[in-house]
């Protein structure tokens, strides 16, 4: 699976509860969705760490970075490129 | 306390039978479980009314169903008149003549005396059925605020009312249906808007209502409400004076609510409420004082050590029961059972732990710190409402909901994400601060969101959303009131009444046969504390501003001065922390799901796999789990199992 699949799954199952891909948007804010919340953030920082083995720092908690997919996906990449 | 039941004629040609009143008993043994009787209105058959007997006050002469001295007026009364001595003075001095010394005949010359207007004159907490046989009419009647319970439906040409809606069971043609609208509610406010129950066709006496049954109509009044000052009437006084008189009204609120001939007994959680009332009591009575508390293994729900100072500073004699995961997860069916409404929290189970406590260690009853949080302005919500006002007058400040930390404090605001989040979560309705219910509005908001896992066909049955529905029946005054009142009002109205009272309060309390009482919730107290400036209330954000200030010479300064900490107990961790028991995977199994017909089993699937991974951190993850699994046992309990159910009750020895 793609960054892209696995990150859209993720999202879609654990905070929208549907394996419908149309029940969100690349680009759909998760905060204005009211999708995710102050714990939800917890949440998928946690799971992007674990998945992709990359670590989040304070100054990365930015929207830029994590409130949508489209944003999330091109974090993870970025940050695995530097990585590597 | 008691157990009430009844069975009243609409029509002429329809007579009540003794059977079918005896049948409606053993549901309510628990409330009542040393005695119980019945009164048929012989010849006529017009009414049947039951009784199970908790005995509290005057343990040789209490016995009901009761009657004046003619027989003409007989009443089954569930709580307690704590006014009854001086009541009784006052009846006794206009001619009435008295054979017991019980506070239930005090209740029947009242109305021989004062009409239907005998409730204004009642300190107390009651479900009444009151038939006055001479003009054939039935009243109902609850108390104030909703201490107790008293629900009603109607069968044919008969009304059927008790305290529990599983007495009701026994004379249903058929099982009843969970109402759509009701888990609307319910997956808003956490309860039920009153008068309606889970169940369709099944309705309560709201608090504060009388109903009148006369002519095979139905008439409702409004005998009590809170209100609050429109036109800056608010209580004169300097803050000394004002603390002074609380002191002097909770005293003796207090006082009169140790009234009993049996011992009484407090629940102490080591909060401010609770601890503030154990030291009323300890100042006012003589008798050694026992206390009971709750024990949790998760450290951040526990408050032993502060009930642990307490206990020291306040000499009394404490036990404390301790509630595994484990136990919350065994015993949330029987909670279920006993509340007769989904909840979207396991908050209840512990407390028929704590009431088991009591019981076991010789008590039946126990003084309680309910309600000081609503009517002297506790809640952390309330807070939050004038933290969300003061940014509205305002709304481009990155500056004011930064305060909002000094409320949540382990609320992230650092960092634009953490920014955005605030100003989206609690910036919601800063546009329009003076709607109605703008103080309620990010709990709603919240709760409403676990509706995502209603099936689509519970969906397309609703019609209202459930936050207009309330709205629209909120008083004419309530608009005129300052919004910090409008935010106790709200409060008041969906969670004290619909929850706390009920599915935390009496039904956890009575399943023990223990009978809480209030002296936060005495209506003089309410009164009094309706007619403060918010300020007194709150000052700043520090809550509960003249309750500390009249319990500052007698509580220790840590306990004045403790953050609040809410009760909770642990929710999706006490079934998923180990392996959750048989009943769990069974109700939230997708063969259930479907047939139940009440949420998509598709999603519910997913939240199950997220519960059993371990990571459902979020507070709609865990009302959403809780909120699904108690309502498929109350389909389990009270639908599919309809007729064991009444089977299993009916084996229940009187």
Redesign the interface.
């Known amino acids: 699976m793609s960054i892209k699949q696995t990150i859209r799954r993720y999202v879609l199952?654990?905070f929208?509860?549907?394996?419908d891909e149309s029940a969100l948007k690349d680009d759909d804010s998760f905060?204005?969705g009211?999708i995710i919340?102050?714990?939800?953030?917890?949440?998928i920082m946690?799971f992007v760490e674990e998945t992709f083995d990359i670590k989040v720092e304070?100054?990365e908690?930015?929207?830029?970075?994590?409130?949508s997919i489209a944003n999330l996906v091109a974090f993870v990449q970025r940050k695995q490129a530097v990585a590597a | 306390m008691c157990g009430i039941s009844g069975i009243v004629a609409l029509s002429a040609r329809t007579r009540i039978s003794e059977s079918d009143v005896r049948r409606m008993l053993p549901a309510l043994r628990h409330r009542g479980p040393d005695g119980s009787g019945i009164y048929l209105d012989d010849p006529s058959g017009r009414i049947g009314l039951g009784h199970t007997r908790l005995s509290i006050i005057d343990l040789e002469g209490g016995a009901q169903p009761m009657a004046n001295e003619d027989q003409t007026v007989w009443i089954s009364f569930n709580g307690e008149i704590f006014n009854y001595i001086e009541l009784r003075e006052v009846l006794l001095k206009a001619g009435h003549r008295f054979s017991t010394h019980s506070d239930t005949e005090v209740i029947v010359h009242a109305y021989e005396q004062y009409g239907d207007d005998f409730v204004q004159h009642l300190n107390g907490q009651f479900a009444i059925a009151l038939w006055d046989a001479s003009r054939q009419r039935l009243l109902l009647v609850r108390d104030r605020v909703g201490i107790l319970p008293l629900f009603y439906t109607r069968q044919g040409e008969r009304l059927l009312f008790a305290s529990e809606i599983k007495a009701l069971l026994p004379l249903l043609s058929e099982a009843p249906r969970i109402s759509p609208a009701a888990l609307d509610q319910i997956f808003t406010f956490w309860a039920p808007r009153s008068p309606h129950t889970l169940f369709e066709d099944i309705f309560e006496v709201p608090p504060g209502h009388l109903l009148v049954l006369e002519n095979g109509h139905l008439r409702e009044s409004v005998y009590w409400d809170w209100h609050f000052p429109e036109q800056g009437d608010y209580l004169a006084g300097s803050d000394a004076e004002l603390t002074g008189q609380l002191y002097e009204l909770l005293a003796d609120a207090t006082r009169i609510r140790l009234r009993a001939d049996v011992p009484v007994g407090a629940y102490l959680s080591g909060g401010l409420d609770s601890s503030a009332l154990v030291a009323l009591i300890r100042r006012h009575s003589e008798a050694p004082l026992k206390t009971f508390s709750i024990g949790f293994e998760d450290k951040s729900l526990d408050e032993s050590a502060f009930q642990q100072q307490l206990v020291e500073h306040l000499g009394v004699d404490h036990r404390r029961v301790f509630c595994h995961n484990r136990d919350i997860a065994e015993d949330f069916p029987a909670t279920v059972f006993h509340a007769e409404t989904a909840i979207l929290r396991t908050a209840p189970t512990p407390m028929r732990r704590l009431s088991g406590l009591a019981r076991a260690s010789g008590y039946k009853v126990v003084l309680t710190g309910e309600g000081a949080d609503e009517a002297l302005g506790g809640y952390d919500l309330f807070k939050e409402a004038k933290i969300r006002q003061f940014w509205a007058r305002n709304p481009r400040s990155e500056w004011r909901p930064l305060l909002l930390k000094a409320l949540y404090p382990y609320l992230e605001t650092a960092g634009a994400q953490a920014k955005t989040y605030l100003r989206n979560f609690y910036g919601i309705g800063l546009d329009h601060p003076e709607q109605p219910g703008f103080s309620h509005l990010t709990r709603w908001f919240t709760t409403a969101q676990c509706k995502v896992f209603f099936s689509p066909e519970l969906t397309a049955a609703l019609r209202e959303d459930a936050a207009t529905g309330l709205i629209d029946q909120l008083p004419p005054a309530f608009g005129r009131w300052h919004p910090f009142n409008r935010a106790q009002y709200l409060e008041a109205k969906t969670l004290l009444g619909g929850y706390l009272l009920c599915s935390q309060g009496d039904r956890m309390l009575m399943a023990n046969s223990v009978e809480g009482r209030f002296p936060f919730l005495d209506h003089r107290v309410i009164e009094f504390a309706n007619r403060l400036h918010s300020r007194l209330k709150m000052r700043a954000l520090n809550e509960k501003f003249l309750l500390k200030r009249a319990m500052a010479a007698h509580l220790p300064r840590e306990i004045l001065e403790r953050h609040k900490q809410p009760y909770r107990a642990p929710d999706i961790p006490a079934f998923f922390s180990a392996r959750p028991p048989a009943y769990v995977d069974d109700l939230l199994s997708e063969e259930k799901l479907r047939r139940y017909g009440y949420f998509d089993a598709k999603k519910v699937g997913f939240l199950l796999n997220k519960a059993r991974r371990g990571s459902t951190i979020a507070y709609k993850d865990n009302m959403a789990l809780v909120g699904i699994l108690s309502t498929q046992l109350c389909h389990d309990h009270f639908i599919e199992r309809f007729s064991q159910t009444i089977h299993e009750m009916s084996e229940t020895s009187l």
Do not use: I, K, R
Not at chain 1, 16 to 19: A, K, V, W, Y
Not at chain 1, 37 to 43: C, F, H, I
Not at chain 1, 61 to 67: G, R, T
């Open positions: 199952e654990n929208l509860f549907t394996d905060l204005a009211g919340d102050s714990t939800g953030v917890l949440e946690l304070d100054e908690m930015l929207p830029e970075n994590l409130d």
